[in-house]
């Protein structure tokens, strides 16, 4: 299975198409902070499946904060605000994410591309997709026999 992760298009929906076209994925998630972007979508990819957080920038009433969904046995938590960026080092949340057997924790907000592994899960912030801010990136997650491998892509060294 191959998932693409998208955060902060902010009003650049035309660089996610391109990935997806790109790619092919199965399943595309988007961290927040232009989820019409996202939205907007769904309609030219029938064969993906569409999941998505609301970010700080986006309209009040635009979706949920934070979900977990579950992708060839992979529990995945989505959320846009690393926990106002204390995520990585707040215990408390780590547990709570923990018992709810995530094994991945995507979160957005920073528009800084970063992927780790801390207590055994794995962090990964795709960066922006929108070409407003410099550079773009995004996340690739791909499950192979009940094992995931993640990492960042930068757009721009696409051919799109």
Known sequence: MRILVFSDSHGDS??????????YPDVALFLGDGIE???????DFPHTKFFSVMGNADP???????????????AIYM????????????????????KLNAQIILYGNTHVPEL????????????????????RTFGLIDII?????????FAD????
């Open 79 to 98: 959320t846009h605000l690393d926990n106002l960026f204390k995520i990585k080092e707040d215990r408390e949340k780590i547990l709570a994410i923990m």
């Open 14 to 23: 035309e660089s996610m198409k391109k990935v997806i076209k790109k790619f």
């Open 37 to 43: 972007d996202f939205l907007v979508l769904e309609k």
């Open 60 to 74: 009040s009433d635009s979706g949920v904060l934070e979900r977990l969904q579950t992708f060839d046995k992979v």
């Open 145 to 153: 026999d009940n094992e995931y491998f993640c990492e960042i892509r």
């Open 116 to 135: 780790f592994v801390s207590h055994g899960i794995t962090f990964m912030n795709p960066g922006t997709i929108s070409k407003s801010f410099g550079f």
């Open 157 to 160: 060294l696409l051919v799109l």
